[in-house]
């Protein structure tokens, strides 16, 4: 373990009154514990886990309320603790991660009110549509790295440089047709990727503008090759819209037609990467059998809830101890 003042390698030195282990560093001899999930609350951890897991199941913030009996702005202290925790953790955990074939797709949300409104009201940036950009890696289901962000250019290439970051190696991309793509892939791997473009054709947009809630019909899809040479049976989101699906079953901020949606961007944004980091480390994928970190070398076993918020908050002491 290491010290948290001067970084040196600390050694078992007891344990504190509720049980933690305690270090003394080696070199400074100041003594410590193991960073805590969550540190500073008082709740029980299985009070703390039982209200997680229910936010992982889709529960809403005042349904959590009345089951647990635990106050929805605690819940949502501890989400925004936790969520920047996982923030952080996935881009530790997935840097430079050797990838084969990835899958990126935008899912739309909204914070406060709707675009047009947050528009006509002049809002601000920070309400109105949020999309949540994401790229999966189609063997393992890894989530490699999300971005929540309005759906524009720059921010589509904002989101390409962070998968530069997140991988390596030569490797196959694939996407829809949006357009920013097409200038964002090959600007931020220079040429180093084969990437693909799978464009789908639908029915009569004006019906299904007129049908609301009912998806247009797909009546054609062709297959593009953007940059080096890419696979074209691979070229496919079918992976990462599947994923969608997931994400608007158990995150409730990203289901449809309910008064449950995220009311601050930075909510929003907190649940989403406890989400991720929750699908990548604690869900039992029912196709690989495992967990996508699992399958992708990252874990050796499936995480619990409490690992994962204690493997979180040593990766955040790590940080503050290098700035």
Wanted: net charge positive; glycine share 6%; charged share 25%.
């Amino acid at each position: 373990m290491k010290c948290p003042t001067c970084t040196a390698d600390g050694s078992k030195f007891g344990k504190d009154r509720t049980g933690c282990q305690r270090y003394r560093c080696g070199q400074c001899r100041k003594v410590f514990t193991d960073p805590k999930p969550l540190a500073g609350t008082r709740t029980s951890m299985d009070k703390i886990v039982l209200a997680f897991k229910m936010l992982l199941e889709g529960s809403s913030m005042r349904a959590i309320e009345r089951i647990t009996g635990i106050d929805h702005h605690t819940v949502i202290e501890w989400m925004l603790k936790a969520g920047e925790q996982c923030k952080d953790f996935l881009a530790y955990s997935v840097y430079q991660h050797q990838v084969n074939d990835v899958e990126i797709d935008e899912q739309w949300g909204f914070v406060g009110c709707k675009e047009k409104t947050a528009f006509l009201k002049n809002y601000g940036p920070e309400v109105g549509d949020a999309y949540v950009y994401t790229a999966i890696e189609r063997t393992t289901k890894l989530v490699i790295a999300f971005r929540v962000a309005k759906r524009d250019s720059d921010n589509a290439h904002d989101f390409a440089q962070q998968l530069r970051v997140a991988t390596s190696g030569q490797f196959q991309v694939s996407t829809d047709g949006y357009a920013p793509y097409s200038s964002a892939i090959p600007s931020a791997f220079g040429y180093g990727v084969s990437y693909g473009q799978i464009v789908k054709n639908y029915s009569n947009p004006q019906e299904a503008e007129r049908r609301r809630y009912s998806p247009p019909t797909i009546i054609k899809t062709e297959k593009k090759a953007i940059c080096g040479t890419p696979d074209q049976s691979r070229i496919c989101t079918s992976i990462v819209e599947r994923h969608n699906l997931s994400t608007r079953m158990h995150v409730r901020r990203m289901t449809r037609l309910t008064n449950a949606h995220s009311k601050k961007w930075e909510n929003h944004e907190a649940m989403l990467a406890l989400w991720y980091c929750a699908y990548n480390f604690t869900r039992v994928h029912s196709t690989l059998k495992s967990t996508p970190a699992v399958a992708a070398g990252l874990a050796t076993e499936t995480w619990s809830i409490e690992r994962l918020l204690t493997e979180a908050a040593k990766v955040e002491r790590e940080f503050a101890t290098l700035n």
